[in-house]
Antibody, heavy 122, light 113 residues
Framework: EVQLVESGGGLVQPGGSLRLSCAAS????????MSWVRQAPGKGLEWVSA????????YYADSVKGRFTISRDNSKNTLYLQMNSLRAEDTAVYYC???????????????WGQGTMVTVSS | DIVMTQSPDSLAVSLGERATINCKSS????????????LAWYQQKPGQPPKLLIY???TRESGVPDRFSGSGSGTDFTLTISSLQAEDVAVYYC?????????FGPGTKVDIK
């Protein structure tokens, strides 16, 4: 079964850091680009960051550029999101998502994790 | 960045009736080299992650009931639920993946009348 499981969320003070993880199983992880998408409480979906299957190409939303870093360890089938200089507006459920076709970064997201909650508050 | 808009913000439809959601992109998401529209539709129920319904604007994802259909090209797209069922109550989002900003629309809430 194809599965994504996020972890690492929690409560952090403004200006703090957090690293999210997304453990993948049931597919050839290294063949697929991956993304992080977030959803603030009661709000819509916001794409955050994407990474190619090899990890050689990364993409960021303007709202997180320079503060967040996406990475992956294909030997561990795990995706990461390092979040620094966190702000109250970063409070959200963070989902990891897999693209539907191999080798293509620009594609729809067919598998989503259940999400991990990040709360930025003093 | 490509801006996605949706209309209406919400709609209530009687069981068995048709529901239509519109999505508009600020620039074309039709890639001329392969003639594909880089547009997807997702369904999200409360407390759940989004679920992919439609990609390439009109290709139904495996396992999605055929009452869901997508249409449109360029900048204007439509998601149609031909006969609304109780389990279709959800928020529906369109998303462009033409540019690597992967923008989502604001969502349309569908309820039963």
């Amino acid at each position: 079964e194809v599965q994504l499981v996020e972890s690492g969320g929690g409560l952090v003070q403004p200006g703090g850091s957090l690293r999210l993880s997304c453990a993948a199983s049931g597919f050839t992880f290294s063949s697929y680009a991956m993304s992080w998408v977030r959803q603030a409480p009661g709000k819509g979906l916001e794409w955050v960051s994407a990474i190619s299957g090899s990890g050689g190409s990364t993409y960021y939303a303007d709202s997180v550029k320079g503060r967040f870093t996406i990475s992956r360890d294909n030997s561990k089938n795990t995706l990461y999101l390092q979040m620094n200089s966190l702000r109250a507006e970063d409070t959200a459920v963070y989902y990891c998502a897999k693209v539907i076709r191999q080798q293509l970064v620009r594609n729809a997201f067919d598998i989503w994790g259940q999400g991990t909650m990040v709360t930025v508050s003093s | 960045d490509i801006v996605m808009t949706q209309s209406p913000d919400s709609l209530a439809v009687s069981l068995g009736e048709r529901a239509t959601i519109n999505c508009k992109s600020s620039q074309s998401v039709l890639y001329s080299s392969n003639n594909k529209n880089y547009l997807a539709w997702y369904q999200q129920k409360p407390g759940q992650p989004p679920k992919l319904l439609i990609y390439w604007a009109s290709t139904r994802e495996s396992g999605v009931p055929d009452r869901f259909s997508g249409s449109g090209s360029g900048t204007d797209f439509t998601l149609t639920i031909s006969s609304l069922q109780a389990e279709d109550v959800a928020v529906y989002y369109c998303q462009q993946y033409y540019s690597t900003s992967f923008t989502f629309g604001p969502g349309t809430k569908v309820d039963i009348k």
